[in-house]
């Protein structure tokens, strides 16, 4: 099956701070999402970007399907960005979460 | 517009008992999906439910059911309950195929003792 990884696993932050995130992935895919995950659980969708660029305020994503990868940029980061993000891509009739990064901003 | 909803928020059982999750779905959504996160990972699927049909299953024994109404609310259901069932049950709701934007309940966090 598809396989999904994050990097990097951990980051700590300053408040204001830019940052980007990855997520590579082992096949061709249709759909990739990516998704902030609160301290209290609860999973929010940011971004649903097979290929391209979306920018949604201080958020923006970019997928490059022939090369399999999506980044997360965040820039002037606040302390409430902190939480896990995930992205996930579509494998065989079921969304496939990826290994996360734990995201830390610190004031 | 209601977002998803889950019930109960926290539940505690013991090995071998049964339990039930209940999820209502986004207003206007017709697909519901279910997870299971484990401490420390990431959302694990389950399985799908679509215009009341399972419609897809991931990795996770027969005692792992659901069923979904025809107001397109869900339920997970649990039989034989192990140890390491022990994990926060999340539920997504799209409007479509899993292909479509997923939004997420707050979870229910299950503990098995």
């Known amino acids: 099956g598809i396989q999904v990884e994050q990097s990097p696993p951990d980051l700590i932050l300053q408040e204001g701070a830019n940052s980007t995130l990855r997520c590579n992935f082992s096949d061709s895919v249709n759909n990739l999402q990516w998704f902030h995950q609160n301290p209290w659980g609860q999973l929010i969708n940011l971004f649903y970007i097979p290929s391209g660029t979306k920018q949604n305020g201080r958020l923006s994503a970019t997928t490059v399907a022939t090369e399999r990868y999506s980044l997360l940029y965040i820039s002037s980061s606040q302390t409430t960005d902190s939480g896990v993000y995930f992205c996930a891509v579509e494998g065989t009739d079921k969304l496939i979460f990826g290994t996360g990064t734990r995201l830390q901003v610190f004031p | 517009e209601t977002g998803v909803t889950q019930s109960p928020t926290h539940l505690i059982k013991t090995r071998g008992q049964q339990v039930t999750l209940r999820c209502s779905s986004q207003?206007?959504?017709?697909?519901v999906s279910w997870y299971q996160q484990a401490l420390g990972q990431g959302p694990q699927f389950i399985f799908q439910?679509?215009?009341?049909?399972?419609?897809g299953r991931g990795n996770f024994p027969p005692r792992f059911s659901g069923l979904q109404f025809p107001n397109y609310s869900s339920e997970l259901n649990v039989n034989a309950l192990e140890l390491d069932d022990s994990a926060l049950y999340l539920c997504?709701?799209?409007?479509?195929?899993?292909?479509?934007?997923?939004?997420f309940g707050p979870g229910t966090r299950l503990t098995v003792l």
């Open positions: 439910y679509y215009r009341e049909e399972e419609n």
């Open positions: 207003s206007g959504h017709n697909t």
């Open positions: 997504a709701s799209s409007l479509g195929y899993w292909t479509d934007t997923q939004y």
